[in-house]
T-cell receptor, first 114, second 116 residues
Framework: GAVVSQHPSRVICKSGTSVKIECRSL??????MFWYRQFPKKSLMLMAT?????????EQGVEKDKFLINHASLTLSTLTVTSAHPEDSSFYIC??????????FGQGTRLTVV | AQKITQTQPGMFVQEKEAVTLDCTYDTSDPSYGLFWYKQPSSGEMIFLIY??????QNATEGRYSLNFQKARKSANLVISASQLGDSAMYFC?????????????FGKGTRLSVIA
């Protein structure tokens, strides 16, 4: 079946550096992918919608210059957390689907900024 | 706007017993889909079951069934014969299905603990 792969699963970085997270659809083309953020013991909150070949659409309150999204191909979307700070530490997870009756998630990335 | 409400922050169930996790939703869209996911401590989101708003029958997938009551706007998840491995967070979610590829809207989740 369809699978979404996300990498890395865990990353620790120093404050001020940037981190790139990749989300790949493995056996289907995804013109749209979604990026969510999850704080500990909280639900998933939509950050942005990644559109292949065009600019991402960000949810209110999400800094587009902080969270850069690139969807350069039909199977890959990347989220770059720029100039990361400790408050950016969180669980980030992507999602993609071929049909509206399904939604597949990547494994998630646990980001820790020290 | 769509909204999902899960009123049970935590639930306990005895192993081998059945448990119902509550979910109510609100939407003005006539076409929507309802999802349940399991999230173990590893963080991955495991798809459990899907119910379309026009589906006549309640969805079932193995030990999971969805008690869909459209008039009440509820989509409760029933897990039969609970197992220790069922201990996890459970999220109810929904999306529109007639406006192309739309994101899921999630409830706050219910933490299920299965007791031996």
């Amino acid at each position: 079946g369809a699978v979404v792969s996300q990498h890395p699963s865990r990353v620790i970085c120093k404050s001020g550096t940037s981190v790139k997270i990749e989300c790949r659809s493995l056996d289907f083309q995804a013109t749209t992918m979604f990026w969510y953020r999850q704080f500990p013991k909280k639900s998933l909150m939509l950050m942005a919608t990644s559109n292949e070949g065009s600019k991402a659409t960000y949810e209110q309150g999400v800094e587009k210059d902080k969270f850069l999204i690139n969807h350069a191909s039909l199977t890959l979307s990347t989220l770059t957390v720029t100039s990361a700070h400790p408050e950016d530490s969180s669980f980030y997870i992507c999602s993609a689907s071929q049909r509206n009756t399904e939604a597949f998630f990547g494994q998630g990335t646990r980001l820790t900024v020290v | 706007a769509q909204k999902i409400t899960q009123t049970q922050p935590g639930m306990f169930v005895q192993e081998k017993e059945a448990v119902t996790l509550d979910c109510t939703y609100d939407t003005s869209d006539p076409s929507y889909g309802l999802f349940w996911y399991k999230q173990p401590s590893s963080g991955e989101m495991i798809f459990l079951i899907y119910q379309g708003s026009y589906d006549q029958q309640n969805a079932t997938e193995g030990r999971y069934s969805l008690n869909f009551q459209k008039a009440r706007k509820s989509a409760n998840l029933v897990i039969s014969a609970s197992q220790l491995g069922d201990s996890a967070m459970y999220f109810c979610a929904m999306r529109e299905v007639d406006r192309g590829n739309t994101p899921l809207v999630f409830g706050k989740g219910t933490r299920l603990s299965v007791i031996a």
